[in-house]
């Protein structure tokens, strides 16, 4: 145990701050916003076309831009809508090992204050690389334990990096950051409840982290105080949260990488732990002419940690969908894809592909647990109705940094999910030259959205 786990934890990522950003990171953080606005423009289609209650909020006036919505509201209001648009769709960012997507709240908040309050890029991007190394760090040191306790990471861990990023975006000092991360342990929350039935809440957790980030570092701007060390004690975040913490992961080093350059750019619109059967059946089907209405059983082996919520294989919605390890081997091996058009109601409630579903078994294996979060494996197993049996392993999904998405592949992804949301091609062109210019201007892609 250390003295002050909090002053420890602010002072090893307040260091990023004091050094230039390298060139790398920087290209980085542009490809991450890249993939942040594609998952949040298909996500608000997907959300307009629920019709959702809260949409009402969009007649209120303000001075913050609803992505994909071509208009703007009060700061409160598009922290939510936009939160919720980003994880709508499963395609934003994820760090495996943290099981965690830090992209999604870091990026819904720090949009939208950097509008209100016309932050530089150089800002934004130094609030986004303290976002991510907070919200990661912590979350690798207190995974899986916390996932076992029922919690969220993304609404947990995410809070407390929206409210860091924000800290450093803003220009807070070192004492001004402690007193943010300390508001913010206050309000971090976000249950795995959210996965369970027909519930749609889990991009809630999102909007949620964004929401009360932003609070928790205007607070603190204000001159709250918070508790002298939020992480220890018997009402400490980490005694809360989970039974184990592994400091080595939650403290930076001078010379660790960024944890920015951990993350993960999803293919599928899926959950990242259906990731791997999605790429198998894509596989399997390719490989073999697969012709799934002469498919008798498909099994599915893969780490203990992706069954739990993810092996259901009654889909009440497209929420459900997206989390179901069944249907996403289902619909990749009848239509080829897991892209956002796989999950809608043309898919989800086609009556071969549910069948076809309910023929999927998922079971968990002791060494690909092991091997977890190393390698994130599944082994699927396909008995045709004549006797013939066909069987892959994947163990590194398409998107992780080690079998990395090429930039043109997300600029792709990005044009393939404006395009979803009706946008016209020549409108997402511009989008990613602004971006990728020499000299971006954050507050000029803002007008654009």
């Not at 786990?5 to 990171?25: E, H, N």
């Not at 309050?117 to 976002?131: D, K, P, Q, T």
């Not at 660790?256 to 993350?263: G, K, P």
Request: glycine fraction near 6%.
């Amino acid at each position: 145990m250390m003295n002050n786990i909090a002053d420890i934890f602010v002072d090893s990522i307040y260091q990023i701050i004091d050094k230039p950003i390298p060139l790398r990171i920087s290209q980085f953080i542009k490809k991450c916003l890249v993939d942040y606005l594609g998952a949040t423009i298909g996500g608000s289609a997907i959300s307009q076309k629920k019709g959702h209650a809260l949409l009402a909020l969009l007649n209120e006036k303000g001075d913050c831009t609803l992505v994909g919505y071509k208009q703007k509201a009060s700061l409160q209001t598009a922290l939510l809508i936009n939160g919720i648009s980003s994880h709508m769709a499963e395609l934003d960012d994820g760090v495996i090992s943290g099981i965690i997507h830090p992209g999604s709240p870091v990026f819904t908040a720090l949009l939208s204050v950097a509008e209100k309050e016309n932050v530089s890029w150089n800002n934004f991007a130094i609030g986004v690389l303290i976002g991510y190394e907070a919200s990661v760090r912590l979350a690798n040191a207190i995974q899986p334990s916390h996932k076992k306790c029922g919690y969220h990471a993304s609404g947990t861990c995410g809070t407390i990096g929206v409210a860091m990023g924000i800290a450093a975006m803003l220009g807070f000092s070192k004492n001004q950051m402690k007193e943010t991360l300390s508001v913010s342990t206050a309000s971090a929350h976000g249950t795995l409840k959210v996965l369970e039935d027909a519930s749609e809440l889990k991009p809630y957790n999102i909007a949620s982290a964004a929401i009360n980030g932003v609070l928790a570092a205007y607070m603190a701007m204000a001159g709250f105080r918070g508790a002298n060390d939020a992480f220890s004690g018997e009402a400490g975040f980490f005694a809360q949260m989970t039974q184990e913490v592994d400091y080595s992961k939650l403290i930076r080093k001078p010379d660790d990488s960024y944890c920015i350059e951990d993350v993960y750019f999803k293919p599928y619109a899926a959950c990242r732990y259906c990731h791997p059967s999605i790429e198998a059946s894509i596989k399997l089907r390719k490989d073999h002419n697969i012709d799934y209405r002469n498919i008798a059983k498909i099994d599915v082996v893969t780490y203990s940690l992706a069954v739990k919520h993810h092996d259901h294989v009654d889909i009440p919605n497209l929420s459900s969908a997206k989390m179901s390890i069944p249907y996403s081997a289902a619909v990749s091996l009848v239509t080829g894809s897991g892209g956002a058009s796989s999950y809608t109601d043309k898919y989800v409630f086609d009556r071969e592909i549910i069948g076809l579903a309910h023929k999927v078994h998922v079971s968990s294996d002791e060494e690909y647990s092991a091997q977890f979060p190393r390698k994130s494996m599944a082994r699927m197993t396909i008995t045709m109705n004549e006797g013939l049996v066909y069987s892959t392993i994947i163990d590194l999904p398409k998107g992780e940094p080690d079998n990395p998405l090429t930039d043109s592949d997300l600029c792709d992804k990005f044009k393939s999910l404006s395009s979803f949301a009706g946008w016209q091609d020549t409108d997402a062109q511009q989008i990613l030259e602004i971006i990728y210019a020499d000299d971006f201007d954050i507050q000029e892609l803002i007008k654009k959205l």
